[in-house]
């Protein structure tokens, strides 16, 4: 089992920034995190990954905006958003995978508007 508590969320501006947290039960060493968002009427999708190796992945609409690391001390994952636009308006979950077996967080709501 590997529990996962957010936090971090909230209300910007637009052009402003957030930091998410995700802070997991177990050694990050192990298991592949990711972020995801889902907005009012769509599906969820992943945001951005980072597996046990370090290495990251984004989906094109943050790309150079949003930037996903990790405290392996802490065992939490980070996601640094910039320059957010209105359409980054979604509740963003934290998911880690663990031999083969996902496991989401509570959901944290980023909301951008003036």
């Known amino acids: 089992q590997v529990q996962l508590v957010e936090s971090g969320g909230g209300l910007v501006q637009p052009g402003g920034s957030l930091r998410l947290s995700c802070a997991a039960s177990r050694s990050l060493f192990s298991i592949r995190m990711g972020w995801y968002r889902q907005a009012p009427g769509k599906e969820r999708e992943l945001v951005a990954h980072?597996?046990?190796?370090?290495?990251?992945n984004y989906v094109d609409s943050v790309k150079g905006r949003f930037t996903i690391s990790r405290d392996v001390a802490k065992n939490t994952v980070y996601l640094q958003m910039n320059s957010l636009k209105p359409e980054d308006t979604a509740v963003y979950y934290c998911?880690?995978?663990?031999?083969?077996?996902?496991?989401w967080g509570q959901g944290t709501q980023v909301t951008v508007s003036s």
């Open positions: 998911k880690g995978t663990w031999y083969s077996n996902d496991y």
């Open positions: 980072i597996i046990p190796g370090g290495i990251t």
